[in-house]
């Protein structure tokens, strides 16, 4: 099932940092020793081992990772998700984490999988979600095979789900398990991805769970602290057959300019990607097969799936990182390979897309195992970069070089009265030239993985005469506006004053070019 990856900003450099989950070895091979690998960013292109003097040197079998400043101290925490025990460790700003998750009440034993930060209910405090898969351990593990000799995965129906948690932040370092209270309980799920998202744009965040071989749930929110699964009203509980799907990896993102969040989830072999577009109806409708993603997936299956403007035209496009579970998958069926190429889908805009994966270099297209997948700008070069993991392998770190040279604007978010990422606000983009992009501040998506925080505009072809104007809706309600600012900038808004600071945005042109500032 492999593990994640988070970018996260954890000494406030402005340089996104790197955590790997790792994971490690069962009892009988304690020969080797794992822990999460936190990898501070040198700023030149290379990174630095910086575990141990982090605090983070603790063995763990991790599995997904989410980060968030859940104490509004102005430094991000890192929550980590396992076979086991999960781990809180707050970020004491000195380069140094504390292990808090006795004191919080978050240690969750089960098979957690991925897990997001929000606020569920608008109080200015980050609360914390948890999926969970299936009832296993050791002693209950079954035996299956795909030839009749070798020991293979089995499907997840031979084990009993787990409910995903819900934790609400009481603001004093401590959480409060209100799952039931909330109306999540659900002890069917066997839940791999999650994301949160608005659909209905009413102000107060719902959840999307991607379940594996049961229905998915879309939860909701009913202002009071609890949640509705609206699922099978909405049209996303099952595939376009009225199927379940293999659910793994999830995203949301406005991929057609509607100014409401879709959906992107990765399924198992001969399901393919799903893409649900956001009907502003509380309706979503399967867009799969004609938006052309359907059937070049068919062949694959999808773990980490998420949305980002790989070539900065103003559009979201698609990545899916691929890799089957069962290592002799060739044997029995020759068309299908464990190791497989990652796909990138090409947003034409018109609810269309293309498979673009073999333009893009050959680093990408070679086939591994890949599991989770995040993006960050780790060069500060204003495009976005892909950090993918892989099953029993390293983990792949891989430079956009932008090489169409688009334009493009890049916000952090700076709570107040709001939780102190901004996680949950939306942020609609308008320039002089007649564009429109909608965008949201979120936590996790993709699958046991988180990409960075701050929101990338990606704004085509460079026009010498563009400005850009931004409205702000804060979790709390407040609304802000910032107009006529120029793109390629990295600024920071703080809710309630504006743009805080600002810095230009040097792009680094492919080798023998000399590097600009745009």
Request: hydrophobic fraction near 35%; charge should be negative.
């Amino acid at each position: 099932m492999g593990n994640g990856a988070c970018f996260v900003d954890y000494d406030n450099d402005g340089w996104q940092d790197i955590l790997l989950v790792n994971s490690m070895d069962w009892p009988d091979h304690k020969s080797h020793k794992s822990y999460p690998g936190l990898y501070h960013n040198n700023h030149d292109g290379t990174f630095t081992d910086v575990t141990r003097q982090a605090g983070l040197a603790i063995e763990i079998y991790g599995m997904g990772c989410a980060v968030g400043d859940f104490d509004n101290d102005g430094y991000d925490d890192i929550y980590i998700t396992a076979v086991g025990n999960n781990r809180l460790f707050r970020n004491l700003g000195n380069g140094k984490f504390a292990d808090v998750t006795a004191k919080a009440g978050v240690n969750d034993p089960g098979f957690s999988t991925s897990a997001i930060w929000l606020d569920y209910d608008n109080d200015g405090k980050l609360d914390l979600f948890v999926s969970h898969y299936v009832e296993w351990s050791e002693a209950t593990d079954q035996y299956c095979s795909l030839d009749n000799r070798n020991k293979a995965y089995c499907t997840p129906q031979l084990y009993k789900g787990q409910s995903a948690t819900l934790y609400h932040n009481l603001g004093n370092g401590r959480f409060e398990d209100v799952t039931r209270r909330a109306g999540l309980y659900d002890p069917s799920s066997k839940s791999l991805g999650i994301a949160m998202l608005d659909y209905d744009n009413d102000g107060w965040m719902d959840l999307f769970v991607a379940n594996d071989t049961q229905p998915n749930k879309l939860y909701h929110n009913n202002h009071d602290g609890t949640f509705t699964d609206q699922a099978v009203i909405a049209g996303v509980a099952y595939g376009e057959s009225g199927t379940t799907r293999a659910g793994m990896g999830v995203d949301a993102g406005d991929f057609d300019h509607s100014g409401r969040q879709g959906l992107v989830i990765g399924n198992f072999t001969n399901e393919g990607l799903a893409l649900y577009r956001n009907d502003g109806s509380g309706l979503f409708t399967d867009e799969s097969a004609s938006s052309g993603i359907s059937e070049p997936s068919l062949r694959f299956l999808t773990f980490g799936a998420l949305f980002f403007d790989y070539d900065l035209d103003g559009w979201l496009d698609i990545f899916a990182a691929n890799g089957h579970v069962a290592d002799d998958i060739s044997v029995l069926q020759p068309t299908l390979h464990y190791e497989e190429p990652p796909f990138v889908f090409r947003n034409r805009g018109n609810e269309k897309f293309e498979d673009v994966t073999s333009k893009l270099g050959a680093a990408l297209r070679k086939p591994v195992v890949a599991r989770g997948v995040a993006y960050g700008d780790f060069d500060l070069d204003g495009d976005l970069d892909l950090l993918i993991t892989t099953n029993n392998g390293p983990a792949r770190l891989f430079r956009n070089d932008n090489a169409n040279q688009n334009d493009m604007l890049r916000v952090k978010t700076v709570g107040t009265r709001s939780n102190r990422d901004g996680i949950g606000a939306k942020i609609t983009l308008k320039t002089n030239k007649g564009q429109r992009q909608f965008a949201m501040v979120h936590s996790g998506s993709s699958y046991l993985s988180q990409s960075e925080l701050p929101v990338t505009f990606g704004l085509g072809k460079p026009e010498g005469d563009r400005t850009v104007s931004l409205e702000i809706v804060w979790p709390s309600g407040r609304k802000d506006s910032i107009a006529d600012l120029k793109p390629n900038q990295f600024i920071t808004v703080q809710e309630g004053k504006g743009v805080i600071s600002a810095e230009p945005i040097v792009f680094s042109r492919p080798a023998g070019q000399t590097p600009s500032t745009k």
